[in-house]
């Protein structure tokens, strides 16, 4: 809208319309197929620093019982 007002003024028809198209080319078939592969990786990535994390911190619970020498309960 801005710039159909400055066209409007710099050419002093009121009636001008400026009109902008933006039609995005189609996915191709490389990035559609590495769209559903990425997709896979990062579930499977995020799934083993998960499982990893829960497993150190309960290993560092046990590990810090022992070392002050509390009872394990």
């Known amino acids: 809208m801005m710039y159909e007002s400055i ?4 050419t002093g028809n009121p009636d001008f319309k400026y ?5 995005p080319y189609p996915l191709t078939d490389a990035w559609a ?15 083993s620093i998960a499982f ?3 497993i150190t ?10 070392v002050n020498g509390l009872k394990h309960l």
């Open 19 to 23: 009109k902008i198209r933006s039609t």
């Open 57 to 66: 911190a309960v290993v560092s619970y046990i590990v810090v019982e022992r």
């Open 52 to 54: 990893s994390m829960i």
């Open 33 to 47: 197929v590495r769209m559903v592969v990425t997709d896979a990786g990062s579930i499977v990535f995020n799934t």
């Open 7 to 10: 066209l409007k003024t710099a």
